[in-house]
């Protein structure tokens, strides 16, 4: 795994964060050091999803990246006829995404789609994946994002929803932000990485509270909603389509 050091040199001026080619080479081992529990979220997602996939549908992994939802789900989830939709609108994602998961799954069983996932047909859905991804779209868009993936969705089918959260609490904010950024640094990350890294994301990743969800969740129709994951400031909802 190529390790990242992408903003281990001072940069002039630090730009936007994108996913492009160098975030690209080096994403699994920044996501593993930078989100608490990635790894747990990973493996978990794909027992969720065995509960919920039914024969003769389709998974959904929005903002898939190099697969690594997908790739657990697929290790799981035992039911006839089902096939993956894995979409991406970083066409360095897709590029190597494709090729990973070729090395694991037969041919006929997925596609990769280079995407704006709010642009996508979506249907006959019995999982839909959204990990770490919706925080990326801008805050005005994602309930109608939510409804497009509540109506693709089948009775009885669920959303993975996991996200950075925000709080509302100044003092639990704080605490939480600080407990990440040891976290960081004891993953090896540089005081010089840390906050340079923070302002590439600081318009890009507008994350919500937790109450914001529930209510989005609620607003797009799910009707049960649960949050079955929280590490720090980085949680995981599923949402049930009655
Ligand atoms: C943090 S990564 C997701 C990680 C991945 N789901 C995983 O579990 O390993 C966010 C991804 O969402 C993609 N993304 C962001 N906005 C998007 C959009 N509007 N349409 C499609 N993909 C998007 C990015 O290109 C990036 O690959
Ligand atoms: O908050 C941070 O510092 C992060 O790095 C978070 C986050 C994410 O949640 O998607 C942001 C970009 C990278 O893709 C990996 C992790």
Request: charged fraction near 20%; include cysteine; proline fraction near 3%.
């Amino acid at each position: 795994m190529q390790r990242d050091s992408i903003y281990a040199l001072p940069q002039g001026q630090v730009v936007d964060f994108a996913f492009n080619e160098a975030v690209a080479d080096v994403f699994p081992d920044m996501i593993r050091r930078s989100v608490p529990g990635y790894e747990t979220i990973i493996a978990l997602l794909g027992v969720i999803a065995r509960r919920y996939a039914q024969p003769h549908s389709r998974i959904y992994d929005l903002g898939c990246s190099l697969g690594a939802s997908t790739l657990s789900m697929a290790a799981q989830v035992r039911v006839e006829d089902l096939s993956f939709v894995c979409v991406d609108n970083s066409a360095a994602m897709t590029r190597r995404c494709e090729q990973i998961l070729q090395r694991h799954l037969p041919s006929g069983q997925f596609q990769v789609e280079c995407a704006d996932i709010q642009a996508i047909a979506l249907n006959n859905a019995s999982v839909v994946v959204l990990n770490f991804t919706l925080q990326f779209l801008k805050p005005d868009e994602r309930l109608a994002m939510l409804r497009h993936i509540y109506e693709g969705l089948l009775p009885g089918g669920v959303l993975i929803l996991s996200e950075k959260l925000q709080f509302a609490d100044a003092a639990e904010q704080a605490l939480l932000t600080d407990i990440h950024l040891e976290f960081k640094r004891a993953n090896g990350y540089s005081e010089l990485e840390i906050s340079q890294k923070r302002s590439a994301l600081d318009h890009v990743l507008i994350p919500d509270t937790f109450a914001q969800h529930v209510e989005r969740l609620e607003a797009a129709g799910f009707t049960q909603v649960v949050n079955w994951f929280q590490g720090l400031n980085f949680a995981s909802l599923l949402a049930v389509k009655a």
